[in-house]
DNA sequence: GCTTACAGAATGAATGTTCATTCCGCTGTA
DNA sequence: TACAGCGGAATGAACATTCATTCTGTAAGC
Protein backbone atom coordinates (compact mmCIF):
# COMPACT_ATOMS: atom_id res chain seq x y z
CA UNK A 1 0.00 0.00 0.00
CA UNK A 2 1.32 3.37 -1.27
CA UNK A 3 2.01 5.80 1.39
CA UNK A 4 -1.47 8.55 0.56
CA UNK A 5 -3.20 5.12 0.14
CA UNK A 6 -2.58 4.47 3.37
CA UNK A 7 -3.03 7.40 4.89
CA UNK A 8 -6.66 7.52 3.22
CA UNK A 9 -7.58 3.71 4.24
CA UNK A 10 -6.91 5.27 8.05
CA UNK A 11 -9.12 8.23 7.48
CA UNK A 12 -12.05 6.30 6.47
CA UNK A 13 -11.71 3.49 8.89
CA UNK A 14 -12.01 6.35 11.88
CA UNK A 15 -14.86 7.78 9.92
CA UNK A 16 -16.74 4.36 9.82
CA UNK A 17 -15.97 3.14 13.42
CA UNK A 18 -16.74 6.74 14.87
CA UNK A 19 -19.75 7.10 13.21
CA UNK A 20 -20.81 4.06 14.37
CA UNK A 21 -19.46 3.66 17.84
CA UNK A 22 -18.87 6.81 19.03
CA UNK A 23 -15.68 8.35 19.95
CA UNK A 24 -15.41 6.10 23.16
CA UNK A 25 -16.93 3.00 21.31
CA UNK A 26 -13.65 3.56 18.54
CA UNK A 27 -10.63 2.56 20.11
CA UNK A 28 -7.18 3.53 18.08
CA UNK A 29 -7.02 -0.18 18.36
CA UNK A 30 -10.18 -0.67 16.57
CA UNK A 31 -9.65 2.00 13.48
CA UNK A 32 -5.95 0.11 12.95
CA UNK A 33 -8.07 -3.03 12.58
CA UNK A 34 -10.20 -1.98 10.28
CA UNK A 35 -7.91 0.28 8.45
CA UNK A 36 -5.54 -3.00 8.12
CA UNK A 37 -2.49 -1.34 9.85
CA UNK A 38 -0.82 -1.49 13.03
CA UNK A 39 -1.86 0.87 15.91
CA UNK A 40 1.15 2.41 16.09
CA UNK A 41 0.90 3.03 11.99
CA UNK A 42 -1.80 5.25 12.82
CA UNK A 43 0.85 7.64 14.78
CA UNK A 44 3.27 8.06 11.25
CA UNK A 45 0.32 10.02 9.97
CA UNK A 46 -1.45 11.51 13.12
CA UNK A 47 0.00 12.87 15.97
CA UNK A 48 -2.50 11.64 18.48
CA UNK A 49 -6.70 10.74 18.35
CA UNK A 50 -7.59 14.29 19.02
CA UNK A 51 -5.53 15.07 15.89
CA UNK A 52 -7.45 12.03 14.12
CA UNK A 53 -10.59 13.24 14.95
CA UNK A 54 -10.42 16.93 14.36
CA UNK A 55 -8.26 16.21 10.92
CA UNK A 56 -11.39 14.23 9.86
CA UNK A 57 -13.85 16.58 10.97
CA UNK A 58 -12.04 19.33 8.92
CA UNK A 59 -12.01 16.90 5.58
CA UNK A 60 -15.57 16.37 5.72
CA UNK A 61 -16.51 19.46 5.91
CA UNK A 62 -14.30 20.16 2.72
CA UNK A 63 -16.14 17.50 1.01
CA UNK A 64 -19.64 18.78 2.10
CA UNK A 65 -19.05 22.44 1.15
CA UNK A 66 -17.75 21.28 -2.48
CA UNK A 67 -20.82 19.20 -3.02
CA UNK A 68 -23.33 21.45 -2.46
CA UNK A 69 -21.24 24.12 -4.24
CA UNK A 70 -21.91 22.50 -7.20
CA UNK A 71 -25.13 23.47 -8.78
CA UNK A 72 -25.07 26.62 -6.66
CA UNK A 73 -25.94 29.49 -8.73
CA UNK A 74 -25.76 33.26 -6.29
CA UNK A 75 -28.08 34.91 -8.76
CA UNK A 76 -31.09 32.92 -8.52
CA UNK A 77 -33.96 34.52 -6.32
CA UNK A 78 -33.30 33.79 -2.60
CA UNK A 79 -36.10 31.68 -2.08
CA UNK A 80 -35.00 29.37 -5.08
CA UNK A 81 -31.27 29.49 -3.88
CA UNK A 82 -32.81 28.16 -0.06
CA UNK A 83 -34.51 25.15 -1.71
CA UNK A 84 -31.17 24.51 -3.81
CA UNK A 85 -29.04 24.56 -0.24
CA UNK A 86 -31.57 22.67 1.71
CA UNK A 87 -31.76 19.64 -0.83
CA UNK A 88 -28.49 19.67 -1.83
CA UNK A 89 -27.12 19.33 1.91
CA UNK A 90 -30.29 16.63 2.89
CA UNK A 91 -29.19 14.98 -0.39
CA UNK A 92 -25.70 14.72 0.44
CA UNK A 93 -26.27 13.42 4.26
CA UNK A 94 -28.77 10.75 2.92
CA UNK A 95 -26.28 9.81 0.44
CA UNK A 96 -23.51 9.51 3.00
CA UNK A 97 -24.86 8.57 6.08
CA UNK A 98 -21.26 8.09 7.54
CA UNK A 99 -20.84 11.39 7.15
CA UNK A 100 -23.61 12.59 8.80
CA UNK A 101 -23.52 10.22 11.62
CA UNK A 102 -19.65 11.92 11.71
CA UNK A 103 -20.43 15.36 12.10
CA UNK A 104 -23.16 14.72 14.63
CA UNK A 105 -20.50 12.99 17.32
CA UNK A 106 -18.72 15.61 16.68
CA UNK A 107 -21.04 18.65 16.90
CA UNK A 108 -22.23 17.23 20.44
CA UNK A 109 -18.79 16.63 21.54
CA UNK A 110 -16.75 19.04 23.12
CA UNK A 111 -14.42 19.26 20.06
CA UNK A 112 -17.56 20.76 18.58
CA UNK A 113 -18.18 23.46 21.07
CA UNK A 114 -14.70 24.46 21.15
CA UNK A 115 -15.04 24.92 16.66
CA UNK A 116 -18.54 26.25 17.09
CA UNK A 117 -17.39 29.07 19.59
CA UNK A 118 -14.76 30.30 17.39
CA UNK A 119 -16.75 29.84 14.41
CA UNK A 120 -19.26 32.53 16.18
CA UNK A 121 -17.11 34.40 17.69
CA UNK A 122 -15.48 35.13 14.34
CA UNK A 123 -12.04 33.56 14.58
CA UNK A 124 -12.65 31.26 11.56
CA UNK A 125 -13.57 33.24 8.39
CA UNK A 126 -16.40 31.54 7.08
CA UNK A 127 -16.83 31.82 3.31
CA UNK A 128 -20.63 30.40 4.21
CA UNK A 129 -23.17 30.99 1.11
CA UNK A 130 -25.98 29.94 4.60
CA UNK A 131 -25.00 33.05 6.34
CA UNK A 132 -25.10 34.88 2.77
CA UNK A 133 -28.00 33.53 1.93
CA UNK A 134 -30.06 34.65 5.02
CA UNK A 135 -28.62 38.46 5.39
CA UNK A 136 -29.44 38.83 1.22
CA UNK A 137 -33.14 37.64 2.79
CA UNK A 138 -33.49 39.78 5.66
CA UNK A 139 -31.94 43.01 3.89
CA UNK A 140 -34.51 42.54 0.62
CA UNK A 141 -37.21 42.03 3.47
CA UNK A 142 -37.80 38.19 1.85
CA UNK A 143 -36.94 36.63 5.53
CA UNK A 144 -37.90 37.45 8.75
CA UNK A 145 -35.71 40.01 10.27
CA UNK A 146 -34.23 37.67 12.70
CA UNK A 147 -30.82 37.15 14.13
CA UNK A 148 -28.67 34.83 11.64
CA UNK A 149 -28.43 32.02 14.76
CA UNK A 150 -32.23 31.65 14.99
CA UNK A 151 -32.24 31.70 11.00
CA UNK A 152 -29.93 29.00 11.26
CA UNK A 153 -31.92 27.02 14.08
CA UNK A 154 -35.29 27.29 11.93
CA UNK A 155 -33.77 25.78 8.80
CA UNK A 156 -30.97 23.19 9.92
CA UNK A 157 -32.91 22.23 13.17
CA UNK A 158 -35.57 20.50 11.16
CA UNK A 159 -33.08 19.63 8.22
CA UNK A 160 -30.82 17.59 10.90
CA UNK A 161 -33.94 16.10 12.70
CA UNK A 162 -35.18 14.57 9.61
CA UNK A 163 -31.48 13.46 8.42
CA UNK A 164 -30.88 11.66 11.43
CA UNK A 165 -34.65 10.13 11.85
CA UNK A 166 -34.10 8.91 8.34
CA UNK A 167 -30.81 7.59 8.53
CA UNK A 168 -31.82 5.53 11.60
CA UNK A 169 -34.20 4.33 10.25
CA UNK A 170 -37.42 6.34 12.27
CA UNK A 171 -38.73 7.70 8.54
CA UNK A 172 -38.30 7.15 4.79
CA UNK A 173 -37.69 10.28 2.56
CA UNK A 174 -37.96 9.83 -0.77
CA UNK A 175 -37.70 12.68 -2.98
CA UNK A 176 -40.92 14.72 -3.09
CA UNK A 177 -41.14 14.01 0.80
CA UNK A 178 -37.86 16.21 1.34
CA UNK A 179 -38.93 18.74 -1.05
CA UNK A 180 -41.91 19.63 0.88
CA UNK A 181 -40.17 19.51 3.76
CA UNK A 182 -37.41 22.24 2.50
CA UNK A 183 -40.40 23.89 1.64
CA UNK A 184 -42.75 23.81 5.27
CA UNK A 185 -38.76 25.06 6.41
CA UNK A 186 -38.64 27.84 3.97
CA UNK A 187 -42.66 28.84 5.37
CA UNK A 188 -40.75 28.64 9.02
CA UNK A 189 -38.27 31.80 7.51
CA UNK A 190 -40.10 33.39 4.62
CA UNK A 191 -42.14 36.74 5.43
CA UNK B 1 -28.27 13.39 56.04
CA UNK B 2 -31.33 11.21 55.57
CA UNK B 3 -31.29 8.64 53.14
CA UNK B 4 -33.79 10.39 50.30
CA UNK B 5 -31.62 12.97 51.24
CA UNK B 6 -28.73 11.20 50.31
CA UNK B 7 -29.87 9.45 47.20
CA UNK B 8 -30.85 13.47 45.90
CA UNK B 9 -27.69 14.65 45.89
CA UNK B 10 -26.04 12.21 44.26
CA UNK B 11 -28.42 12.37 41.53
CA UNK B 12 -28.29 16.22 41.52
CA UNK B 13 -24.59 15.87 41.44
CA UNK B 14 -24.91 13.04 38.57
CA UNK B 15 -26.53 15.38 36.74
CA UNK B 16 -24.45 18.65 37.28
CA UNK B 17 -21.43 16.80 36.15
CA UNK B 18 -22.78 14.85 32.83
CA UNK B 19 -24.37 17.90 32.05
CA UNK B 20 -21.32 20.01 32.17
CA UNK B 21 -18.75 17.42 31.19
CA UNK B 22 -20.24 14.86 29.46
CA UNK B 23 -21.17 11.01 30.42
CA UNK B 24 -17.38 10.29 30.05
CA UNK B 25 -15.83 13.34 31.16
CA UNK B 26 -17.64 12.90 34.67
CA UNK B 27 -16.44 9.60 36.54
CA UNK B 28 -18.36 8.30 39.28
CA UNK B 29 -15.65 9.42 41.57
CA UNK B 30 -16.48 13.09 40.84
CA UNK B 31 -19.57 12.61 41.04
CA UNK B 32 -19.29 11.03 44.71
CA UNK B 33 -16.83 14.20 45.51
CA UNK B 34 -19.75 16.73 44.01
CA UNK B 35 -22.02 15.05 46.07
CA UNK B 36 -20.20 14.67 49.75
CA UNK B 37 -20.08 10.82 49.85
CA UNK B 38 -17.71 8.22 48.85
CA UNK B 39 -17.39 6.47 45.66
CA UNK B 40 -19.08 3.44 47.07
CA UNK B 41 -22.06 5.03 47.90
CA UNK B 42 -23.51 5.25 44.93
CA UNK B 43 -23.77 1.65 44.36
CA UNK B 44 -25.76 1.30 47.38
CA UNK B 45 -28.64 3.06 45.60
CA UNK B 46 -27.58 2.96 41.64
CA UNK B 47 -26.60 -0.68 40.59
CA UNK B 48 -24.21 0.66 38.40
CA UNK B 49 -23.31 3.63 36.15
CA UNK B 50 -25.60 2.69 33.54
CA UNK B 51 -28.78 2.97 35.60
CA UNK B 52 -27.78 6.27 37.32
CA UNK B 53 -27.69 7.94 34.26
CA UNK B 54 -31.12 6.14 32.66
CA UNK B 55 -32.87 6.31 36.04
CA UNK B 56 -31.98 10.01 36.16
CA UNK B 57 -33.12 10.66 32.38
CA UNK B 58 -36.19 9.26 33.81
CA UNK B 59 -36.63 11.77 36.31
CA UNK B 60 -35.65 14.61 34.17
CA UNK B 61 -38.52 13.69 31.25
CA UNK B 62 -40.76 13.69 34.04
CA UNK B 63 -40.01 16.75 35.79
CA UNK B 64 -40.22 18.38 32.74
CA UNK B 65 -43.61 16.67 31.63
CA UNK B 66 -45.40 18.06 35.40
CA UNK B 67 -44.22 21.42 34.21
CA UNK B 68 -45.29 21.61 30.98
CA UNK B 69 -48.51 20.14 32.14
CA UNK B 70 -49.54 22.79 34.45
CA UNK B 71 -51.04 25.34 32.04
CA UNK B 72 -52.10 23.42 29.32
CA UNK B 73 -55.64 23.33 28.19
CA UNK B 74 -56.12 20.61 25.45
CA UNK B 75 -59.76 22.39 24.72
CA UNK B 76 -58.21 25.56 22.90
CA UNK B 77 -57.33 25.64 19.25
CA UNK B 78 -54.60 24.01 17.85
CA UNK B 79 -52.71 27.25 17.07
CA UNK B 80 -53.06 28.33 20.59
CA UNK B 81 -51.84 24.98 22.05
CA UNK B 82 -48.72 24.56 20.07
CA UNK B 83 -47.61 27.76 20.64
CA UNK B 84 -48.44 27.33 25.05
CA UNK B 85 -46.41 24.15 24.04
CA UNK B 86 -43.47 25.74 22.32
CA UNK B 87 -43.17 28.97 24.91
CA UNK B 88 -43.72 26.47 27.90
CA UNK B 89 -40.93 23.48 26.83
CA UNK B 90 -38.18 26.36 25.33
CA UNK B 91 -38.98 28.41 28.77
CA UNK B 92 -38.35 25.39 30.62
CA UNK B 93 -35.05 24.90 29.48
CA UNK B 94 -34.05 28.09 29.60
CA UNK B 95 -34.91 28.21 33.26
CA UNK B 96 -33.06 24.46 33.63
CA UNK B 97 -29.95 24.78 31.61
CA UNK B 98 -28.30 21.69 33.26
CA UNK B 99 -31.58 19.37 32.14
CA UNK B 100 -31.42 20.48 29.12
CA UNK B 101 -27.35 19.68 28.33
CA UNK B 102 -28.09 16.54 30.19
CA UNK B 103 -31.13 15.28 28.04
CA UNK B 104 -29.05 16.65 24.78
CA UNK B 105 -25.70 14.12 26.15
CA UNK B 106 -28.12 11.55 26.85
CA UNK B 107 -30.06 11.75 23.04
CA UNK B 108 -27.12 11.96 21.43
CA UNK B 109 -25.35 8.65 22.87
CA UNK B 110 -26.01 4.91 22.78
CA UNK B 111 -28.33 5.14 25.71
CA UNK B 112 -30.98 7.95 23.54
CA UNK B 113 -30.88 6.00 20.50
CA UNK B 114 -31.89 3.03 22.12
CA UNK B 115 -34.56 4.95 24.06
CA UNK B 116 -35.79 6.74 21.08
CA UNK B 117 -35.94 3.42 19.06
CA UNK B 118 -37.93 1.50 21.69
CA UNK B 119 -40.39 4.54 22.04
CA UNK B 120 -40.98 4.98 17.97
CA UNK B 121 -41.58 1.37 17.70
CA UNK B 122 -44.47 1.72 20.30
CA UNK B 123 -42.84 -0.16 23.04
CA UNK B 124 -43.62 3.05 25.53
CA UNK B 125 -47.03 3.88 25.85
CA UNK B 126 -46.50 7.90 25.36
CA UNK B 127 -49.14 10.45 26.82
CA UNK B 128 -47.88 12.98 24.40
CA UNK B 129 -49.38 16.04 24.28
CA UNK B 130 -47.45 16.82 21.10
CA UNK B 131 -48.38 13.27 19.03
CA UNK B 132 -52.13 14.40 19.96
CA UNK B 133 -51.94 17.78 19.42
CA UNK B 134 -50.22 16.86 15.77
CA UNK B 135 -52.56 14.12 14.94
CA UNK B 136 -55.53 16.63 16.02
CA UNK B 137 -54.09 19.32 13.72
CA UNK B 138 -53.65 17.57 10.35
CA UNK B 139 -57.13 15.82 10.99
CA UNK B 140 -58.62 19.55 11.33
CA UNK B 141 -56.74 20.17 8.19
CA UNK B 142 -54.95 22.98 10.23
CA UNK B 143 -51.45 21.33 9.88
CA UNK B 144 -49.68 20.14 6.91
CA UNK B 145 -50.00 16.60 5.82
CA UNK B 146 -46.79 15.24 6.95
CA UNK B 147 -45.42 12.29 8.81
CA UNK B 148 -45.71 12.30 12.52
CA UNK B 149 -41.76 12.75 12.52
CA UNK B 150 -41.57 15.48 10.23
CA UNK B 151 -44.07 17.55 11.69
CA UNK B 152 -41.52 16.71 15.32
CA UNK B 153 -38.92 18.18 13.38
CA UNK B 154 -40.11 21.00 12.33
CA UNK B 155 -41.18 21.96 15.37
CA UNK B 156 -38.61 20.43 17.88
CA UNK B 157 -35.63 21.20 15.56
CA UNK B 158 -35.66 24.39 16.06
CA UNK B 159 -36.69 24.64 19.49
CA UNK B 160 -33.69 22.43 20.57
CA UNK B 161 -31.09 24.45 18.27
CA UNK B 162 -32.42 27.76 19.68
CA UNK B 163 -32.27 26.58 23.19
CA UNK B 164 -29.03 25.46 22.82
CA UNK B 165 -27.58 28.82 21.14
CA UNK B 166 -29.33 30.26 24.19
CA UNK B 167 -27.44 28.16 26.80
CA UNK B 168 -23.87 28.68 25.38
CA UNK B 169 -24.44 31.60 25.21
CA UNK B 170 -24.68 32.66 21.27
CA UNK B 171 -27.20 34.12 21.26
CA UNK B 172 -29.75 36.11 23.88
CA UNK B 173 -33.40 34.95 24.19
CA UNK B 174 -36.23 37.42 25.47
CA UNK B 175 -39.81 36.54 25.63
CA UNK B 176 -40.64 38.41 22.92
CA UNK B 177 -37.90 36.95 20.36
CA UNK B 178 -39.04 33.23 21.94
CA UNK B 179 -42.67 33.75 20.92
CA UNK B 180 -41.84 35.00 17.25
CA UNK B 181 -39.28 31.87 17.02
CA UNK B 182 -42.24 29.60 17.70
CA UNK B 183 -44.58 31.28 15.95
CA UNK B 184 -42.23 31.71 12.73
CA UNK B 185 -41.94 26.81 14.20
CA UNK B 186 -45.92 27.46 13.43
CA UNK B 187 -45.46 29.41 10.19
CA UNK B 188 -43.45 26.08 8.91
CA UNK B 189 -46.15 23.64 10.30
CA UNK B 190 -49.78 25.16 9.68
CA UNK B 191 -51.16 24.88 6.18
C1' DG C 1 -29.46 7.51 82.76
C1' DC C 2 -25.63 5.19 81.16
C1' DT C 3 -23.13 1.49 78.77
C1' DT C 4 -22.64 -2.12 75.46
C1' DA C 5 -23.79 -4.76 71.41
C1' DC C 6 -25.27 -4.94 66.97
C1' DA C 7 -27.14 -4.03 62.22
C1' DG C 8 -27.16 -1.46 58.52
C1' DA C 9 -24.75 2.44 55.99
C1' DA C 10 -20.94 4.53 54.34
C1' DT C 11 -16.28 4.64 53.01
C1' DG C 12 -12.23 4.71 50.05
C1' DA C 13 -8.22 1.90 49.04
C1' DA C 14 -7.49 -2.02 46.09
C1' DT C 15 -8.63 -4.51 41.79
C1' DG C 16 -9.17 -5.53 37.12
C1' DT C 17 -10.06 -3.69 32.71
C1' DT C 18 -9.82 -0.75 28.90
C1' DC C 19 -7.61 2.26 26.32
C1' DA C 20 -4.03 5.79 24.07
C1' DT C 21 0.47 6.00 23.24
C1' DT C 22 5.31 4.32 22.96
C1' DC C 23 9.05 1.45 21.67
C1' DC C 24 11.78 -1.79 19.58
C1' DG C 25 12.63 -5.52 16.62
C1' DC C 26 11.38 -6.92 11.81
C1' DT C 27 10.94 -6.57 6.73
C1' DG C 28 11.12 -5.20 2.22
C1' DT C 29 13.86 -2.16 -0.61
C1' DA C 30 17.79 0.31 -2.51
C1' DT D 1 24.36 -3.93 4.26
C1' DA D 2 21.75 0.10 5.69
C1' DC D 3 17.48 2.13 6.47
C1' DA D 4 12.74 3.83 6.23
C1' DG D 5 8.43 2.34 7.46
C1' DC D 6 5.60 -1.02 10.06
C1' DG D 7 3.49 -3.85 13.37
C1' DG D 8 1.89 -5.09 17.59
C1' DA D 9 3.38 -6.25 22.26
C1' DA D 10 4.43 -3.47 26.32
C1' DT D 11 3.42 0.49 29.24
C1' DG D 12 1.07 3.40 32.17
C1' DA D 13 -2.99 6.18 33.13
C1' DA D 14 -7.88 6.48 33.87
C1' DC D 15 -11.91 4.38 35.35
C1' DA D 16 -15.89 1.50 37.15
C1' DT D 17 -16.70 -1.50 40.55
C1' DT D 18 -15.80 -4.26 44.82
C1' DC D 19 -15.17 -5.25 49.54
C1' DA D 20 -12.90 -5.31 54.05
C1' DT D 21 -13.20 -1.93 57.39
C1' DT D 22 -15.16 1.96 60.00
C1' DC D 23 -18.90 4.59 61.56
C1' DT D 24 -23.60 5.61 63.45
C1' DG D 25 -27.77 5.22 65.46
C1' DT D 26 -30.74 2.28 68.09
C1' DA D 27 -32.11 -0.56 71.73
C1' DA D 28 -31.43 -3.92 75.30
C1' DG D 29 -29.33 -4.65 79.85
C1' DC D 30 -28.13 -2.80 84.06
Redesign the pocket.
Known amino acids: ?S?PE?RDEIVRAALEMIAEHG??????????DKA??????????F????L?ITELYRELEERIYAAVLVGYDPEKPIRERFLYLGTAVLGYFIANPLDFRYLEQFHNSPYGMAYRRDRISGKREDRDMYRELFEGGVAQQVVKDFPLAILFALTFGPLLAVARDHILNFIVLDDELILRTIEACWDGVKR
Not at 23 to 32: E, K, L, S
Not at 39 to 45: L, M, P, V
Request: no cysteine; aromatic share 10%.
Open positions: MKKFHGAPMAMIAGVGAGTIYRYENKDL
